[in-house]
């Protein structure tokens, strides 16, 4: 029985089909394994807004249950912004990486920011419950005496659910009012989330299912949040309100670190975070040094001089 034009039109569409599908495959493989492919640069402009700079102190509400040992990871790491720790190739600080974000106060003609641990409060009873909407993040924020010009650093626990949580981001910042008392909310993901909030320290959801690096300070958790602390604290100083630093892609605003989300040091692609040091006594990956010698994994941040994210190593 002899083949219809119909029937040898089909086929030659489905030829054409799974060529197609072949080579895209071939194109997304290579792409991972060699990192070969590079965005179109961006353009981190100024938009002549309001920016965090001189002097800068930092409020933090516990919200629900903290060690010590947790607050002091994260208190450490805001004290360790402005202090000149020991900084040579193979040990760059934390204040070297914030060095950067100084320079677009600098490119704008602003004063260098310089971030104060001020007012401590802990609600470990969850004053407004273990579910929280995004709206009463701020109203949380309001509860702390923060000093004028200061930032909120709202901080919830393992065990509180924020609406948006895991599902749409791992924090965020804002403010009050549209020009005035900024703040920032932060969740710890370890129960909820450690492979979307957490990663590198977890596997992740998608992707590539590469070995967790292991902690610097030993908390999942809590080396996460400083990793989402310190990227968010980042866009917020260079864009508090808005209208300071940044681009939009694709309809999205892009900051000074959400536009190096995934990188942490030199030759990251997805599903790889890049190469970092490695603590030779608990194995344990990290990029900067902070106070008391404590080691942390800090997010890349976008250099405007360059175009380009610059992983501190």
């Known amino acids: 029985m002899g083949i219809s034009q119909f029937q040898r039109t089909v086929i030659s569409l489905f030829f054409i089909i799974f060529l197609l599908i072949s080579l895209d495959n071939s194109c997304l493989a290579a792409r991972r394994l060699t990192a070969l492919y590079q965005p179109p640069p961006l353009s981190l402009t100024y938009h002549n807004g309001a920016l965090l700079e001189g002097n800068l102190p930092v409020s933090i509400l516990w919200y629900g249950q903290f060690t010590p040992p947790q607050k002091s990871i994260i208190a450490d790491f805001l004290l360790s912004l402005n202090t000149s720790a020991p900084s040579t190739s193979t040990q760059p600080s934390v204040s070297y990486w914030w060095s950067l974000i100084q320079s677009y106060l600098k490119k704008a003609g602003k004063k260098e920011t310089q971030v104060r641990l001020s007012t401590q409060i802990s609600d470990t009873n969850c004053s407004l419950g273990k579910i929280l909407k995004k709206s009463q993040i701020t109203e949380l924020a309001t509860k702390v005496n923060s000093k004028p010009g200061g930032l909120t650093l709202v901080l919830t626990a393992k065990d509180v659910a924020v609406e948006g949580f895991c599902m749409s981001y791992c924090g965020f910042h804002g403010s009050y009012t549209k020009h005035d008392s900024p703040f920032i909310w932060v969740g710890n993901s370890e129960t909820q989330c450690p492979g979307q909030c957490a990663w590198p320290f977890h596997q992740p959801i998608y992707g590539p299912q590469t070995t967790p690096l292991g902690a610097p300070n030993g908390d999942v958790g809590v080396d996460g949040m400083v990793i989402n602390i310190a990227g968010i604290l980042a866009c917020t100083v260079t864009n ?34 890049g190469e970092l040091l490695v603590d030779s006594s608990t194995g344990a990956s990290y990029n900067a040094v902070g106070v008391h010698g404590r080691k942390y994994l800090l997010p890349a941040l976008f250099d405007p001089s360059i175009s380009e994210c610059s992983p501190i190593v």
């Open 240 to 273: 508090p309100f808005g209208s300071g630093y940044y681009v939009e892609s694709g309809g999205i605003p892009l900051e000074a670190a959400s536009a190096c989300t995934g990188v942490y040091g030199k030759g990251a692609y997805p599903g790889y975070a």
